[in-house]
C-alpha cells in the first residue's frame, strides 16, 4: 500500500511515497524516494528513515532510495525480541519486493546490513558500510564507548518510568539542526520501543555482527 507525503531531504524537498510491508508478524514501513536501480539505507539506533534521508536523501536524484524503519523504530510497529538475524530478515522481506539492490546502513543499520549481507546475499547488488558499530566479545571495547552504552541503557529503562523524555540529554551536544531532528524522530517513539531498542543495543554478541 503507497500514498505520496513531503519530506525535506537535504537542501531540497522531495515527493516521497509510503511502503507499507509485512514480515515474521509485524507491520513495517519504508520511505521511498526517485526512480532507477534501487538502493536501501538503514538508520542507525534511536533513530528512523528521516537520519538516513539526511545522510544519502540526494541519491534519489538518480535512484529509486528505500528507507526502511527497523522494528520498534518509526512508524514500524515492534514485535517480538530484537535480534540481528531478525532485523535483517526485515529488510530481506522489503528486498524480495525490488530488484536486487545495494544495501547500506549507518551505525546500527550498518551491522543490519552486514547481517544481511551474510544472510540473504542473493538478494544485495553491493554493500555500503558507513560508520559500523556493534558490540562484541572478541575485543574490549574503549573506556569511553564503555560509558556511553552504559548511558543508553540506563535511559532505555528511564524512559519506561518518564516517557521519552528521559533520552533528551543524550542529544544534547548535537548541533542545533540535527538536534531538533533527532527530538523530532525521538518524540514518535513509544518508551517499551525505546527500552528494548538500547537494551539490545548494547548487549555484546559472540561474532560482532549478531548473535
Not at 511515497?17 to 534511536?46: C, K, M, N
Not at 528507507?67 to 538475524?85: C, E, K, Q
Not at 523530532?184 to 517513539?189: A, K, L
Amino acid at each position: 500500500m503507497m500514498s505520496s507525503q513531503r519530506i525535506d531531504a537535504p537542501m531540497h524537498a522531495r515527493e516521497a511515497r509510503e511502503v507499507w510491508f509485512e514480515a515474521d508478524g509485524a507491520r513495517l514501513f519504508a520511505s521511498e524516494l526517485g526512480d532507477g536501480r534501487p538502493v536501501v539505507f538503514i538508520h542507525g539506533g534511536l533513530a528512523d528513515h528521516r537520519a538516513a534521508l539526511f545522510r544519502v536523501g540526494q541519491l534519489a536524484s538518480a535512484h529509486r532510495l528505500v528507507l526502511p524503519d527497523l522494528r520498534g523504530s518509526g512508524r514500524s510497529l515492534h514485535s517480538g525480541d530484537l535480534s540481528w538475524d531478525r532485523l535483517a530478515d526485515d529488510v530481506a522481506a522489503l528486498l524480495e519486493h525490488l530488484e536486487r539492490a545495494v544495501v547500506g546502513g549507518v551505525s546500527m543499520g550498518s551491522a543490519v546490513a552486514l547481517r544481511l549481507a551474510l544472510r540473504h546475499p542473493r538478494l544485495l547488488q553491493g554493500l555500503i558500510v558507513m560508520s559500523p558499530v556493534y558490540p562484541g566479545t572478541d575485543r574490549p571495547l574503549p573506556e569511553a564507548a564503555l560509558v556511553a552504552m552504559q548511558t543508553m541503557r540506563e535511559a532505555g529503562e528511564r524512559a519506561l518510568d518518564h516517557g521519552v523524555e528521559a533520552l533528551y540529554p543524550l542529544f544534547e551536544a548535537l548541533p542545533p539542526p540535527i538536534r531538533d531532528t533527532a527530538l523530532e524522530m525521538v518524540r514518535s517513539f513509544d518508551a517499551a520501543s525505546v527500552a528494548a531498542t538500547t537494551r539490545f543495543l548494547v548487549e555484546p554478541t559472540a561474532d560482532g555482527l549478531g548473535a
